[in-house]
């Protein structure tokens, strides 16, 4: 009875700490995903802003565009937002000293992202929710959007010194604008909408340009200014054409011009990948496979009826034409011919040629553009699966980091995952970029981000659920020297409390005899010698001897590390700590040489405190 009372009171506690952990984690997301959104809605607007700026839209249809644009923006958000929700949330548990508590009473730090773990796969199934079904919409309207504004030309956006022909038909000139007044000054129109023939020239020297009530057109007053224009009568006039000229104080010209935005067909992008969702991409890549093999074929077919088919010709009539023997070949045939056939025959043969490359490189360009398109299809489906993955991968970075670095707020936390971010972004947009011009599979270079991050947070996770010291660089230091053979350097200090002073007299002789002792192995031991110094990597040996002789060395160290004298601190800290693995036999040398000099040395120093 006690244990089932015990049993449901660490139930409660439970439930408890995991309704604390989420409550604290969906705040700080709801924050960050915010944050995230307006991160990559800026990054957006900086993109596109040149098409926005100028064209003269309305509130709504700009509202509508954004909208739109920040659908298609959920689903990058949404791993930024959890990696940075997730860095806070632990970082402020460790800080808090809750998650050293949490760890205190039983509860591992795997257990404690249990329910977060779960929220994090709803999290990811909205953002292939998101994906599939709202994304693709999104896109389709942002390209229809994008579309309709790139067929709507700026109303006053006429640049100074350079011709504008963003209006069909008109040429115009502007030397130099008033921004404040709208005043336009030498100003040069070609009205070229009756044909080149019959363009009309206008020079004016300023003007005024604005739009209709109903946004159909444009009004230009023009003032001080002249206008020419072609009397031609025919096309089948040869001689010199009339022109008329027109003198005007003020002239006001019409153009035709609908400033209204209307939006294009919603079926334009149809065919486009990112409009399409799974089902559709997977019934497109088969059209587009199959579409493909047929071009292919097809084309395949005609290069060989037309380049590489070899028409056998009837060496008859060759005969009968050349009054030649039906046994010479074509060089002799060729040489027989005046020099003036012979460039004849080489021209036309270099023709045909270059025809027939021409043809080959155009059929390559769209073979290259039909596998680009199944290569976009593919790129977009895994996509799908993937930034909904890296979800999960940015909780498993994230919550274990922020329980090792024991920081919240928005300081450190937010520099680690925007490096962190940064990182997954360089390699994912560098996966597809070589998934796109078909360096790598598509399937690698979609996944390539995952299959570097997941490790990561594998190992941040075991390691901080183990509460092993991940970011100590001593230990990495200490790890590097031992693996690139770099010596250990000794960094003794003198004690401030020293109970047991040091037997000098018995230490001078463990010291002379331990001097004596590296020497004589220097000089006595085979181990130099290079088939025994293999024989001993292979195997991993360790010298009895000189594992002794270390063991001694350190003995005596250890004892005189309670003296009281400052000389002999310096001469402790020269001793080598003497390496013991077979492969660096020459720092063993070294060592041991190194070793047996400072032992006289502290000999000699332990004889004159003795003295003292």
């Not at 399409?276 to 395949?300: F, M, N, P, V, W």
């Not at 590296?518 to 000089?523: C, E, G, L, N």
């Not at 060395?553 to 309670?562: H, K, R, T």
Request: proline share 3%; aromatic share 10%.
């Amino acid at each position: 009875m006690q244990i089932y009372s015990y049993l449901c009171t660490c139930m409660r506690i439970i439930k408890k700490l995991d309704i604390y952990i989420l409550k604290n984690f969906m705040t700080l997301f709801a924050g960050t995903f915010c944050i995230s959104l307006f991160a990559v809605m800026m990054q957006f607007l900086w993109k596109y802003v040149n098409e926005l700026v100028g064209k003269g839209l309305g509130t709504i249809v700009i509202a509508k565009f954004f909208f739109y644009a920040a659908e298609t923006m959920v689903p990058m958000a949404l791993p930024l937002a959890i990696l940075l929700a997730s860095l806070i949330s632990f970082g402020n548990l460790g800080e808090r000293f809750e998650l050293l508590a949490i760890k205190a009473s039983g509860v591992s730090l795997w257990r404690t992202m249990q329910p977060l773990l779960v929220m994090m796969s709803v999290l990811a199934g909205v953002s292939f929710y998101f994906q599939n079904v709202v994304t693709p919409e999104a896109e389709n309207q942002v390209l229809l959007f994008r579309y309709s504004i790139m067929q709507k030309s700026p109303e006053l956006d006429i640049p100074e010194g350079v011709f504008y022909d963003g209006i069909s038909g008109i040429n115009l000139y502007v030397k130099q604008k008033d921004k404040q007044t709208g005043m336009l000054y030498d100003v040069v129109i070609y009205n070229l909408r009756d044909g080149v023939d019959n363009a009309h020239i206008i020079l004016a020297d300023s003007a005024h340009l604005e739009t209709s009530a109903d946004k159909r057109s444009l009004l230009l007053q023009l003032y001080s200014g002249e206008q020419f224009e072609n009397m031609r009568g025919g096309a089948l006039i040869t001689k010199v054409i009339p022109y008329r000229r027109e003198t005007f104080i003020r002239k006001d010209f019409i153009i035709d011009f609908d400033t209204n935005l209307d939006m294009a067909d919603a079926e334009t992008f149809s065919g486009s990948a990112r409009t399409k969702r799974i089902e559709q991409l997977l019934t497109g890549i088969d059209s587009l496979r199959s579409e493909a093999d047929s071009l292919a074929h097809g084309y395949y077919r005609q290069m060989q009826q037309s380049i590489l088919y070899v028409y056998q010709s009837n060496p008859d009539s060759i005969a009968d034409i050349y009054n030649t023997p039906t046994d010479l070949n074509i060089d002799t045939m060729f040489a027989h011919l005046n020099p003036a056939v012979q460039q004849g025959i080489v021209r036309t043969a270099l023709s045909k040629v270059n025809g027939q490359q021409m043809d080959a490189d155009f059929k390559a360009t769209l073979i290259k553009a039909a596998d680009s398109d199944i290569r976009m299809h593919e790129i977009r489906f895994w996509q799908k699966f993937t930034l909904a993955f890296t979800c999960l991968v940015f909780f498993f970075i994230g919550a274990p980091l922020g329980a090792i670095i024991r920081k919240g707020g928005l300081g450190l936390p937010v520099v680690v995952a925007v490096v962190i971010f940064i990182a997954y972004y360089i390699i994912d947009i560098g996966g597809e970029k070589m998934a796109k011009v078909g360096t790598i599979p598509v399937l690698l270079g979609k996944w390539l981000s995952t299959i570097v991050l997941a490790p990561i947070g594998a190992f941040l996770t075991i390691k901080s659920n183990n509460d092993s010291v991940v970011f100590n660089l001593d230990s990495y230091k200490s790890f590097f020297n031992h693996l690139l053979g770099i010596p250990q350097k000794r960094h003794l200090y003198r004690k401030e409390v020293i109970i047991y002073d040091p037997d000098y007299p018995t230490l001078a002789k463990r010291m002379a005899n331990l001097a004596a002792d590296m020497r004589a192995y220097r000089k006595q031991t085979r181990r130099w010698h290079l088939h025994t110094w293999i024989i001993e990597v292979v195997k991993n040996q360790r010298d009895p001897r000189l594992t002794q002789m270390a063991d001694e060395l350190e003995a005596c160290v250890e004892e005189l590390s309670n003296a009281r004298d400052r000389q002999m601190f310096i001469y402790l800290n020269q001793l080598p700590v003497i390496s013991l693995e077979p492969r660096f036999h020459n720092r063993l040398r070294r060592e041991l040489k190194q070793a047996a000099a400072v032992s006289d040395k502290i000999v000699s120093h332990i004889q004159q405190i003795l003295k003292q």
